[in-house]
């Protein structure tokens, strides 16, 4: 493991992160807190948070957006514009009317097994598992635990008559 990237981008705020051999990552992108695997591949205008794994070998293509929580094995495929989602009933702040901190809310952790595909523009709520070669569609709103090798699209996600 190494603080660095294995390749040369502007505007890149990385904090705190562990990045395994030949990782590359694009510019503005904004990464703190987090473990990225062996040779994945991190496009511009990603954010990966303090608390989220990657692991070796897969792509998160721009503009997604992986939580405190987020575990993703290796090989996998993250489209574009993906977010994952950790805090289900979210609030700006407590009764009080006092901003929330970290002890105010409860964290919904969420597990992508290897090799598993997210198409682009999907949003992953938290607390769920997507097995492994699972492939979620486009746009998908996962609510609910997908199983290894399932194919699911729409909102909410489901198994839906797709090509094999
Ligand atoms: C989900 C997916 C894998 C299905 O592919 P497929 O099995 O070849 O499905 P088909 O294209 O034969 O479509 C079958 C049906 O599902 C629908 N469908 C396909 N993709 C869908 C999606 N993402 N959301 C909702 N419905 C979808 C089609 O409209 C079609 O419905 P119909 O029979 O009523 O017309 C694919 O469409 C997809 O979304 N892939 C992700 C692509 C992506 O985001 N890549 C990222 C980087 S480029």
Known sequence: MTDTPANEAPYRLIDDVDFGEGVVVGPFTNLYGCRIGDETRVGPFVEIQRGATIGARCKVQSHTFVCDGVQIGDEV???????????????ATTGDGDLQTGEDWELLPTVVESRASLGSGAIVLGGVRIGAGAIVGAGAVVTRDVAAGETVAGVPARVRALSP
């Open 77 to 91: 495929f993250v489209g574009h514009g993906v977010v994952f989602i950790n805090d289900k009933f979210p609030r």
